[in-house]
Structures are given as structure tokens and as C-alpha cells.
């Protein structure tokens, strides 16, 4: 973790998690006065730590909240949880179809922000919500983030194009969302947030977090160029 007052210029630097495996995808939220922070561990596990606010960053010890292997969802490794506008948690997650990785969009619900998905959380649907078999100009998806905002549900993945093989970030909207399923379209057949003409980014880019600020969109998003890999913020 670290910490910034504009954004843009990071300090205080220090390790939250506890174990010598692969670690990705953090995902923070404040609820109830605590700190919540989930994160990727491996292939098909999420870690959890919280810290009160009061005391932030006094944190507690680490566990694992969830994993997808026991409820047959294969590489899982993106996910969001996030509190819907029905006053339900919803988890989140790209999965693979057991043959290929990266395909389908999965996902569970509970009615409180829990730190046991394991047994807390109910599975939205027996099949998919989202399966890239049944789209035409995306082969496969990763890094699920998403955006709620002016009562839309907006969800960006990075995106493998089916007609040329790059990447960048096409965004679903999302038409519902319930306990029992979710429908939506992507808001264009091709990309949203595309890869510059020339410059630092202009080779992959997979990962998108946006926020309004001061009567503006700001985006920050990860890129790669002759694998090296950066984070860059647009604005719209």
C-alpha cells in the first residue's frame, strides 16, 4: 500500500500481505468504519485483511475468504466485490470454461459484506452470467473492474480482439443485476478505451479504474511496451 494527496505523487510505502505467494488484483473498501482490503492469491484464492479507521493501518491478521476451486469455477484470478443498488454484495469474477482460460463471467451474492465468501456467499446462477463463446469480436477477457456511476453498472475488461489479437478495454454494461442473473450488452463491438497511435502505451493495456474529480473523468490504467509495464491516467 501507499499513500498520496493528489493522486498522483505516492509515499509511505509499506507490505500488507503475509505470505510468499503470488499476489494480485488488491480491491479496497470502507464500510462501517473498516477498512476491507481483498486480494488475489495464486490460482483461485482471495485473501482478506481489515483495518479499522480509527486505527488504519493496524491490520488484522491475513485469511483466505474464498476458493473458487470448491465451487467449480477454474482460473479464477480477476474479481470485484462491490455493494449494488439493491443492498446486496455481489462478487465478481473472470473464469475460465475448464478448457479455456479467461472466458466466462461468474459470480455470488450476500447480503452483507462478509468475510467468509466460502459459506456466506449464494451463486447467482448455475451457468455463466457472461461467456465470450457467444460474443463475435472478443476472444478472451481479463481484469474485470467496475464503474457505478449516474445509475449505470459498467463493467471494464481488457479485451483480446478477435480480428487482430491486441488488447485494450472494451466496457459491458450491465441492464441487471440480481440474485438470480445479469443481462447487458457491451456499449460498443469493439473497444472503449483503445490503445494510443504511438507513445508509451501502445502495445496492451488491460486494467481501468476510473472516478470523477473536479466536474471530470480520471482514469488511471496499466500498459505495456516492450514488456515493460506502466500506470497512466487519462481524463475525459
Not at 66 to 77: A, I, P, Q, Y
Not at 112 to 128: E, F, H, K, R, Y
Not at 151 to 157: A, E
Not at 209 to 214: L, Q, Y
Amino acid at each position: 500500500m501507499g499513500s498520496s494527496n493528489d493522486g498522483a505523487t505516492w509515499d509511505n510505502f509499506s507490505q500488507i500481505s503475509t505470505t510468499g505467494t503470488h499476489y494480485a488484483h488488491p480491491s479496497i473498501y470502507e464500510e462501517n468504519g473498516v477498512i476491507h482490503c481483498y486480494m488475489q492469491k495464486g490460482n483461485g484464492l482471495i485473501g482478506y485483511r481489515s483495518s479499522p479507521v480509527a486505527g488504519f493501518p493496524s491490520w488484522s491478521n491475513e485469511i483466505d475468504v474464498f476458493d473458487s476451486v470448491t465451487h467449480g469455477w477454474h482460473h479464477m484470478r480477476e474479481f470485484d466485490i462491490f455493494k449494488h443498488s439493491d443492498g446486496n454484495y455481489y462478487l465478481l469474477a473472470v473464469t475460465g470454461d475448464g478448457v479455456s482460460e479467461d472466458q466466462q463471467v461468474r459470480g455470488l451474492w450476500c447480503s452483507t459484506l462478509t468475510s467468509d465468501w466460502n459459506t456466506d456467499g449464494t451463486p447467482i446462477a448455475v451457468d455463466p452470467l457472461f461467456d465470450c463463446d457467444n460474443e463475435l469480436w472478443v476472444r478472451y477477457i481479463v481484469e474485470i473492474t467496475r464503474l457505478q456511476a449516474d445509475g449505470r453498472l459498467l463493467l471494464y475488461f481488457g479485451a483480446t480482439r478477435t480480428y487482430d489479437n491486441t488488447q485494450a478495454i472494451g466496457v459491458y454494461e450491465v441492464a441487471s443485476l440480481t440474485t438470480t442473473g445479469m443481462t447487458g450488452q457491451w456499449i460498443t463491438n469493439n473497444h472503449t478505451f483503445g490503445l494510443s497511435a504511438s507513445g508509451w502505451d501502445n502495445t496492451w493495456i488491460h486494467r481501468m479504474s476510473a472516478i470523477r474529480f473536479n466536474g471530470q473523468w480520471i482514469a488511471a490504467y496499466d500498459a505495456n511496451k516492450d514488456n515493460e509495464w506502466k500506470i497512466g491516467f487519462a481524463t475525459r
